[in-house]
Antibody, heavy 122, light 108 residues
């Protein structure tokens, strides 16, 4: 059964760069999209971006200038970097596996999630 | 449009049926999926595609569609169903993922 294990610095100062990594255990790395999502305290989920095994990325347009997602297929890991953080970036950050179905019908879902990493900017 | 709209809060009496809705133009192209999130936990997928449940999700959870509106129905709500529910899909361009704002379900 696939599991995602994520890690990274939990306390940052304003203007620093957030860096998180997510490792995939127990499943093929290919054919999926690998996502980062965040959730500020008491608020909803916000998608940050995704990457596939070949390194193709998509980003949330509102954060695109600050977010970079990369992949290391040899280690089955993908990473998030967010530059110039402020207090508004304080949130729980999740990694998640995404599946896109685009045949006769179209849908996308994220069925495996990491446990989350709380990042505080202060 | 990349927005997906949900009612902020819904309540249901124990054992009754409740419908949580999600509206968005992208739902005319993409089926949505639904996540359940309890306090302090990561979201879990409860419905995906037209009306598919992952293994382990009770059959009281179901999904349906009408135009640009998707619905998550819980038939015979249980106390353990009290949680936040989020809809999720790709936007109309297919290049971005969007979440609804979430619905807080209270089971009375």
């Amino acid at each position: 059964q696939v599991q995602l294990q994520q890690w990274g610095a939990g306390l940052l100062k304003p203007s620093e760069t957030l860096s998180l990594t997510c490792a995939v255990y127990g499943e093929s790395f290919n054919t999926y999209y690998w996502n980062w999502i965040r959730q500020p305290p008491g608020k909803g989920l916000e998608w940050l971006g995704e990457i596939n095994h070949s390194g193709s990325t998509n980003y949330n347009p509102s954060l695109k200038s600050r977010v970079t997602i990369s992949v290391d297929t040899s280690k089955k890991q993908f990473s998030l970097k967010m530059s110039s953080v402020t207090a508004a970036d304080t949130a729980m950050y999740y990694c998640a596996r995404g599946t896109l179905v685009a045949t006769i019908v179209y849908y996308y879902y994220m069925d495996v999630w990491g446990k989350g990493t709380l990042v505080t900017v202060s | 449009s990349s927005e997906m709209t949900q009612d902020p809060a819904v309540s249901v009496a124990l054992g009754q049926t409740v419908r949580i809705t999600c509206q968005g133009d992208s739902l005319r192209t993409y089926y949505t999926c639904w996540y359940q999130q309890k306090p302090g936990q990561a979201p879990i997928l409860v419905i995906y595609g037209k009306n598919n449940r992952p293994s382990g999700i009770p059959d009281r959870f179901s999904g349906s569609y009408s135009g640009n509106t998707a619905s998550l129905t819980i038939t015979g709500a249980q106390a353990e169903d009290e949680a936040d529910y989020y809809c999720n899909s790709r936007d109309s361009s297919g290049n971005h993922v969007v979440f609804g704002g979430g619905t807080k379900l209270t089971v009375l």
